[in-house]
């Protein structure tokens, strides 16, 4: 069964750093485009890090910066690095899986969700 399981959330103070993880099994990712998303309840899931097959990155406005993504293959398993975090990063961060080529802004184009990982930041 193919499994993505993020790990790394809590509760921190404005200004401090989390680095969450994404162990993935199941499938070889080769070729796809992993993204984090982030969600708070009554808004749209939001796109806030991709990571390429190529290596290239992409990163909204609201979070670059502060966030970094990248993956280490020998572990399978896909990061991100949050600094400076703000209360407006609040939300349950998601890891995604999704085969290049097509959009990586809609949540329609990934084949593969984690369960997800609570991010709280305080003050």
């Known amino acids: 069964q193919v499994q993505l399981v993020e790990s790394g959330g809590g509760l921190v103070q404005a200004g401090a750093s989390l680095r969450l993880s994404c162990a993935t099994s199941?499938?070889?990712?080769?070729?796809?485009?992993m993204s984090w998303f982030r969600q708070t309840p009554g808004k749209e899931r939001e796109i806030v890090a991709c990571?390429?097959?190529?290596?290239?990155?992409y990163y909204p406005v609201s979070v670059k910066g502060r966030f970094t993504i990248s993956r280490d293959n020998t572990k399978n398993t896909v990061y991100l690095q949050m600094n400076s975090l703000k209360p407006e990063d609040t939300a349950v961060y998601y890891c995604?899986?999704?085969?290049?080529?097509?959009?990586?802004?809609?949540?329609?184009?990934?084949?593969?969700w984690g369960q997800g990982t609570q991010v709280t930041v305080s003050s």
């Open positions: 995604a899986a999704g085969r290049s080529g097509r959009s990586i802004l809609s949540v329609n184009n990934y084949d593969y």
């Open positions: 199941g499938r070889d990712f080769s070729g796809y485009y």
């Open positions: 990571l390429f097959w190529s290596n290239s990155t």
